[in-house]
Each structure stands twice: as C-alpha cells, then as structure tokens.
C-alpha cells in the first residue's frame, strides 16, 4: 500500500536508499521514521534486493578458490582461459586476482634465468588463425579476421587474444599464452618481451629482419598474459619474443568495431 503523504519518499527514493544506501532528503527521513506504512515498503524492497542477491550475486563468477588458483598459475590452460576471458568483464574477480598477487609479489620469488643469449640462433614461426565453425556459407577471400576474440597456434603454442577497452575507452589487447607441451611451463616465459609493430613488418634480408621500434612493449607475466594498452586503430603485427624462437602474429587489424 502506498502512502500518500505529500512529503513521502517515492519508489526511486525508497529503492535507491535500500539497494544503494542513498541518502533521503531531511523532510524524508523524518516522515520514514514515523510513517508504518513507508517502513513496510522500505522492508518490502530490502528483503526483495537480499533475495536477489542471495540468488544471482556473482552466479557467474568462479569461487575464490578458483580465483586463488588462476593467481598462482595452478589451473588448467582451458580454465586459465575461460576465468581470464571473465575478469574482462567482471572488476570484483579483477580485484580478488590483484590482491593476491599483490600478496605473492611481497614473498620473494626467483624466476629461472632465459637459457638463450641474444646471438643464439631465433627460429621465427608464423602463427596460424584457428577458424572457427561458420553457420552460413561464404566466400573466400583475402579480407582480414574482424571478429574477437581470435585463437592462434604456433606448434605446441596456443594464444588466445582479446580486444576490450580501457576505462577511459581506449583499445587493449590481451593475449593468454599456453602450451600443450608438458616440458614446457608458461611460467618460465616471465619476463620475456612482446611487441607490437605497426604492420607491415619490414622485408627481412639475408634471413634478417630490418626490425623497427615497436609501437608498444611490453613483458609476459607470469601466468603467460601479455596487455598491450593502449592500442590506436590500425593494422598490426605482434610478436613473442621466446628462448628459441618468435612467434609472430599478423594480420591485427583493430577499429571502432
């Protein structure tokens, strides 16, 4: 039922005082004290939003323990995925995943020294798109991949890269690294340079690659993820700077999209 006091809170006043903690206007406060029936409809609102919450409140998020694991490197390549894929979206698991390793950054941890030198012999493997299944027909033809996110492979080296923004909406790419090799732990990639070049990459000669300054650069973390921030529109090319060899990913083609 409701009152129809003329200094009554309305609904939004009600509603944005139980789910925000909204503050009332002085003539409303004082009207909620003494008014039973806009109690009632305050109680009315608080146990609906507690319902709610008890049901829904991050249903979709994973539980700390996962959470706790993804920090520390100790889930599977395909839950690493799926959890980085949701801390896009979600700033609570973002800041759960922070604190932690904000946590594991005060213990002192050693990372093993790269085993290579900046003379040894770098193999350089072209990343290859894994297409995805289509429901329709189409044509063949040279244009570029637009749709996000885009998975890669290069031999036992798996790269999923995501485009998002920042919270000033400028472009960030995101790019989670992992190998299907058992030999091989993404872990000991910390550290190791990325960059991303505006394409194209210029001729190699003599099996030399006349390198240019990199629009950006940036380091693995240790989980194998790598941001570039921010990224202008435009076409790129990326590149792994691993022990033994470059990965290199062509063809980045970001816009407004």
């Not at 959470?67 to 800041?95: F, N, V």
């Not at 570039?228 to 590149?239: C, D, Q, R, S, T």
Request: aromatic share 8%.
């Amino acid at each position: 039922m409701d009152c129809l006091h003329d200094i009554a809170p309305s609904d939004e006043e009600l509603i944005g005082f139980a789910l925000d903690g909204e503050a009332l206007s002085e003539e409303a406060s004082s009207h909620l004290e003494q008014c039973e029936t806009c109690q009632r409809r305050l109680d009315r609102y608080q146990r609906a939003n507690a319902s709610l919450v008890s049901r829904f409140y991050r249903s979709q998020c994973p539980d700390a323990g996962q959470l706790t694991y993804y920090s520390i490197g100790g889930l599977s390549p395909e839950d690493r995925q799926r959890i980085a894929s949701h801390l896009l979206d979600c700033p609570l698991c973002m800041a759960e995943v922070e604190e932690a390793r904000r946590y594991m950054q005060e213990q002192p941890i050693e990372f093993p020294a790269p085993s290579f030198t900046p003379y040894a012999l770098v193999r350089r493997i072209f990343a290859t798109l894994v297409k995805r299944p289509q429901l329709q027909f189409v044509l063949r033809s040279d244009a570029l991949e637009t749709s996000w996110p885009r998975q890669y492979k290069a031999e036992a080296v798996d790269l999923s890269l995501h485009l998002s923004r920042t919270s000033s909406g400028e472009h960030m790419l995101l790019g989670i690294l992992t190998s299907v090799n058992p030999d091989e732990d993404v872990e000991a990639f910390a550290g190791l340079a990325a960059e991303l070049y505006t394409a194209p990459l210029p001729a190699t000669v003599n099996g030399n690659s006349a390198r240019t300054m990199p629009l950006l650069r940036t380091r693995l973390d240790d989980l194998g993820n790598v941001v570039f921030k921010p990224v202008p529109n435009g076409e790129y090319v990326m590149i792994i700077c691993l022990p033994d060899r470059e990965i290199i990913i062509d063809g980045l083609n970001i816009d407004h999209g």
